[in-house]
C-alpha cells in the first residue's frame, strides 16, 4: 500500500524487452535501505525491485500491466513519480493508493489558476463512479483532491488542482494537453462500486 506522497523523481536508464519488460530505475534513494522483492510505486505502477546497484533498482513490467497503463511511461529516459510502501506507523499525508491503475486518463486542458494549475483529466465512463467531488484520486502516483466531475457520453472529465510544491516534486510539473496519465480511483469506492454491480446482476 502507498500514501500518494512522492519522495523521488527517477529516471528510466534502460528498457530491454525479456520475457517481460525489465527496466533500471535511476533513484535518490538509498538502495541498500531496500530489500529485494520490496514494492515501489512507480508514476502509481506497483512493481516488484528485482535488482539493484549503488544508485539504481530494476524491476520486471508485465504485458498485462504495459497494456493498462500509460506505455510511455516506460521507455528509456522517462521520468517517473516513486514512492516507497506504506510501513506501519507511517504518517499516511495523502490516502491510501493500492498501486493499482483502474484507467489511463488524457489531460485535455490546463489553465493557470492563482499559483496553481488546474488540469482536466478524460477518462472511460466506466470509471466515473470512483471519482467524486472533494474525493481523492492518484494521478501518475500523486495524490490529489478532485475538483468537478462530469459525465460526457462514454467518458468522464474531472478536474484538480497542482499546487507548486506538487509541480516541483513531481512529474506533473511540467503538464501538457494530450499527455496520458496513470488514474486510480479510490480504493473504498472500487469495491463498493464492484457490490452494487454484483447486486445489480
Known sequence: MFTGIVTDIGTVRTAEQRGDLRLEIETGYD???????ASIACSGVCLTVVDKGADW???????????????????????????????????????????????????????????STRIEIRVSR??????????????????LTVNTVADVDDSTSFTVNIIPHTGQQTTLGQIAVGRQLNVEGDVLARYIDRMLASRAQ
Open 126 to 143: 466506466q470509471i466515473g463512479p470512483m471519482i467524486a467531488p472533494k474525493g481523492s484520486i492518484a494521478l501518475d502516483g500523486v495524490s
Open 57 to 115: 533498482f530494476a524491476v520486471d513490467v508485465s504485458g498485462e500491466t504495459v497494456s493498462r497503463t500509460a506505455t510511455d511511461h516506460w521507455r528509456e529516459g522517462a521520468k517517473l513519480n516513486l514512492e516507497r510502501s506504506l510501513r506501519l506507523g507511517d504518517e499516511l499525508g495523502g490516502h491510501i493508493v493500492a498501486g493499482h491503475v483502474d484507467s489511463v486518463g488524457e489531460v485535455t486542458a490546463v489553465h493557470s489558476e492563482g499559483d
Open 31 to 37: 538502495t541498500a535501505t531496500i530489500d529485494l522483492g
